[in-house]
């Protein structure tokens, strides 16, 4: 298999990401922050939460030969694109547990600083959703991100 | 250049000799189960004093024991890749993407136990969920501790 046919240009690659992540971010944050509650049933919220994230996902796998690539068995990669592979999900497990860390870190600070002592099913939904996004997109995001083709190589 | 593992580069450290003694696999097993019951004492002594200071009194034989663990495995989960061989690097990132589903697991549980020292939940559970996050960081390393061969040329 290789990932360099019909592969979308780096920047676009970039560009995707960014925006998938970013969009879903923003999404959360809106949903989370309580601004939709009087117009909106939370059980809406949580469902915008869950297209978004689906949607999320639909959009990064369109990027498809590195889609495949995070998530094909090893006997259809070469050489090159297993070490590209093997490298994405060191880097996707650095970055998802320093995300988690930060995360409690900001969550910590701000229910202390918004006087928050309580969750609600749209915040924990928020986060559900992201984190399937997140998690399950992640190698592949990385691999996206970092995969400049054969000629890296030479 | 110093013996200082303080001063010196850090592959330097990872590779020096004096840490020989960490390297055969029985030891790094017996390390690996220091560090996981240090884990397992950490939120029974948090619920037992009811105070957070008493983290630090885990906190300096963790340092030892995380420090140990990373020196066994001659820093393979701490060096960056240029400073790795193509095979030691090739040993950590398949032990990473072997290990990424269960550490994502474990740092999700982490988080929500975590998450809910905001909400009144007992200091057993908000240190459990500290000791989930320790196990979900360390994971690739324990692991590689527990399962890498000796070396050839171990006496």
């Known amino acids: ?154 | 250049m110093s013996d200082n593992p303080f001063t010196q580069p850090l592959r330097k450290t990872m590779n020096d000799p004096q840490f020989d003694w960490a390297r055969p696999q029985r030891m790094r097993r017996r390390v690996v189960m220091l560090f996981l019951a240090l884990v397992i004492a950490q939120p029974i002594l948090l619920a037992a004093t009811g105070s957070p200071l008493s983290l630090l009194l885990i906190l300096l034989p963790f340092i030892f024991v995380m420090g140990t663990l990373n020196a066994s495995i001659r820093g393979m989960t701490e060096l960056r890749a240029r400073d790795l061989d193509e095979r030691e690097d090739k040993v950590r990132n398949t032990a990473y993407a072997r290990l990424y589903w269960a550490g994502l697991f474990l740092g999700m549980v982490a988080a929500f136990m975590m998450s809910t020292m905001q909400t009144g939940g007992s200091l057993l559970l908000v240190g459990s969920g500290l000791s989930v996050f320790f196990v979900a960081i360390g994971l690739p390393t324990l692991w590689l501790a527990w399962s890498l061969p000796d070396e050839p040329d171990a006496g």
């Open chain 1, 1 to 154: 298999m290789s990932s360099q046919s019909a592969s979308p240009s780096l920047l676009s690659r970039r560009f995707t990401v960014l925006t998938v992540y970013g969009g879903y971010l923003c999404v959360a944050l809106v949903v989370a922050s309580g601004r939709m509650d009087a117009h909106v049933m939370p059980s809406i919220q949580g469902l915008i939460a869950g297209i978004m994230a689906w949607s999320g996902v639909w959009i990064l796998s369109r990027m498809a030969p590195h889609w495949r690539l995070g998530q094909a068995p090893d006997a259809e990669l070469d050489e090159r694109e297993i070490a590209l592979r093997l490298r994405a999900y060191y880097l996707a497990y650095v970055i998802f547990n320093t995300g988690v860390f930060m995360f409690l870190v900001g969550l910590s600070l701000f229910m202390d600083i918004a006087k928050v002592s309580s969750v609600t099913y749209v915040q924990i939904s928020a986060v559900l959703w992201g984190v399937f996004l997140y998690g399950w997109t992640l190698p592949s995001a990385v691999i996206a991100w970092i995969d400049r083709g054969p000629a890296d190589d030479e």
